[in-house]
């Protein structure tokens, strides 16, 4: 697992990334209340807005963390936003992403980096 500074997890198998946010975002965000999730066969590049959370306390974006194409979305979260709360490093990912450079997630922290990280 790797970790951004936006409180996304990454996790990677073969070339395809599964993202979702930690429970830190989640503790953070309060109770979601409305997730917005990508097309299935978007092209995304990094940074690109891709996801909407809507919670009783925010509305937030999930950016992209790679470029790559989106080969699936979680859409139980469309219709129970709240799993995000429940589970949110688990079953209440948001969307998978096929990846041309794996090398990419280099730049992002592991767990021990994102705990001193959330820790300050």
Known sequence: MKYTEEHEWLDL?????????TAHAAEQLGDV?????????ASVTRDDEIV?????????????????EVVE????????PGKVN???????WFFKLKI????ALDEYMDEAAYKA????
Do not use: H, R, W, Y
């Open 86 to 92: 429940d589970d949110p490093e688990g079953d209440a």
């Open 52 to 68: 909407v959370i809507e919670s009783v306390k925010a509305a937030s974006d999930i950016l992209a963390p790679l470029d790559g």
């Open 33 to 41: 209340v409305f997730v917005e999730l990508p097309d299935v066969g």
């Open 100 to 103: 041309e450079d794996a090398s």
């Open 73 to 80: 979305v979680n859409e139980v979260l469309v219709e129970e």
């Open 117 to 120: 990280f959330i820790a300050d």
């Open 13 to 21: 198998d073969g070339d395809v990334v599964t993202v979702g946010i």
